[in-house]
């Protein structure tokens, strides 16, 4: 493992760490019994699960981690078992447009008051509640930070994705702040006690649900098209780059190729030619099981969701949205992707010279 993959190990495994601390304090802290009295509290707990924790377990990426350490059996049972029928049915289900209606949907039923009130008389309810909130948010943040490569939409689409929540998700809590009655009877007795009226508290409790809410939609948002601004740059940078520019691009931003002189390989027409053997790379893909996450024509069994789809590789105009698409920098990238990419869902594969050149020389066919 390069330094660098080393160092995305260990962010995201701390990533997890402040994730579960932060689920175990809106859980289990006095933030929770405050929640029984408040419904602010209440919210404020909904929020912390929703805004921050699921979040934040999904940049650790869980499923990523779980999935890389299984053995290379495992993660072909794992593809056969995607290639069934059923199996393709219910992918549907973990589309983004599935996720997103599930992410609206989820919280905006649970704060109709009738089914809130429910979910507190009924602890079972209650957690049914708590659960739902996480796992729709951990599937629509899954998705905005364009984490799993089967599912990913492009920059612009996570833009409008998350706009597009944010606005309806801050509907529920402008109508609460708005509301000119009490509509959660509940804590009622709760909010008196505190020494606020329910109207109040409710108030406050719509206005917890609408602003910081907004600020975390914002700052994805923000995020996302800073990301794509520099995307747009860099290629555009790349494409006009002289031998000795791209040297020094590469020098400052793909550090860590250090076995191939990856700035020859990016500017056009600079580059060595390297040929390998399609049929050959066909049998190497088969053999090592690249379809138990990929897509790939020509290969028998490869219907693998975990990666992208390889359909038409060989007319795609960039590798990894970076690298240009030749097969000299195919092989670069299969020498060691998180070198290139770190934390990417590419593992290294330990490939040989000759095993990439002849991987690249057939993924250069699909067309």
Same mark, same amino acid.
């Given at each position: 493992?390069?330094?660098?993959?080393?160092?995305? #190990? !260990?962010?995201? *495994?701390?990533? =997890?760490?402040?994730? +579960?601390? $932060?689920?175990?304090?809106?859980?289990?802290?006095? %933030? &929770?019994?405050?929640?029984?009295?408040?419904?602010?509290?209440?919210?404020?707990?909904?929020?912390?699960?929703?805004?921050?924790?699921?979040?934040?377990?999904? #940049? !650790?990426?869980? *499923?990523?981690? =779980?999935?890389?350490? +299984?053995? $290379?059996?495992?993660?072909?049972?794992?593809?056969? %078992? &995607?290639?069934?029928?059923?199996?393709?049915?219910?992918?549907?289900?973990?589309?983004?447009?599935?996720?997103w209606l599930y992410f609206v949907g989820v919280f905006s039923a649970w704060h109709i008051p009738g089914l809130y009130a429910r979910a507190l008389a009924d602890e079972a309810i209650h957690i049914a509640e708590h659960l739902s909130f996480f796992l729709a948010a951990f599937g629509f943040w899954s998705v905005a930070f364009g984490l799993y490569p089967a599912h990913a939409l492009s920059l612009g689409a996570r833009v409008l994705y998350v706009a597009s929540a944010a606005l309806l998700s801050a509907l529920p809590g402008a109508l609460i702040a708005i509301a000119p009655r009490p509509l959660y009877a509940a804590?009622?007795?709760?909010?008196?006690?505190?020494?606020?009226?329910?109207?109040?508290?409710?108030?406050?409790?719509?206005?917890?649900?609408?602003?910081?809410?907004?600020?975390?939609?914002?700052?994805?948002?923000l995020g996302l098209l800073v990301l794509c601004l520099r995307r747009a740059e860099r290629r555009a940078t790349l494409r006009h780059a002289s031998p000795v520019l791209a040297l020094l691009l590469v020098g400052s931003g793909l550090a860590g190729c250090d076995d191939e002189p990856a700035a020859n390989l990016l500017a056009k027409g600079e580059a060595p030619r390297i040929e390998g053997d399609a049929q050959t790379g066909a049998r190497e893909i088969e053999k090592i099981g690249c379809g138990s996450c990929h897509t790939i024509p020509?290969?028998?069994?490869?219907?693998?969701?975990?990666?992208?789809?390889?359909?038409?590789?060989g007319r795609r105009i960039y590798i990894a949205g970076l690298l240009r698409n030749t097969p000299e920098n195919l092989a670069t990238w299969l020498r060691d992707p998180q070198k290139i990419v770190p934390g990417n869902a590419m593992p290294n594969m330990h490939l040989s010279d000759d095993q990439r050149r002849d991987i690249a020389a057939y993924l250069t066919t699909l067309r």
């Open positions: 493992m390069s330094a660098r993959a080393a160092q995305v #190990a !260990a962010i995201r *495994a701390a990533t =997890f760490g402040l994730a +579960l601390v $932060l689920t175990l304090l809106a859980l289990g802290s006095q %933030l &929770s019994e405050l929640s029984e009295s408040l419904f602010s509290a209440h919210m404020a707990q909904h929020l912390m699960l929703i805004m921050v924790c699921a979040p934040l377990f999904a #940049a !650790a990426r869980p *499923a990523h981690v =779980f999935f890389r350490i +299984l053995p $290379l059996s495992a993660r072909r049972w794992l593809a056969a %078992l &995607s290639r069934r029928r059923l199996a393709r049915l219910l992918a549907f289900f973990f589309s983004p447009v599935a996720i804590h009622r007795l709760g909010a008196i006690s505190f020494g606020l009226t329910p109207l109040e508290d409710q108030q406050l409790a719509g206005l917890v649900m609408w602003i910081p809410g907004g600020f975390v939609y914002m700052g994805v948002i020509g290969i028998a069994g490869a219907r693998g969701l975990v990666g992208p789809p390889l359909t038409a590789m």
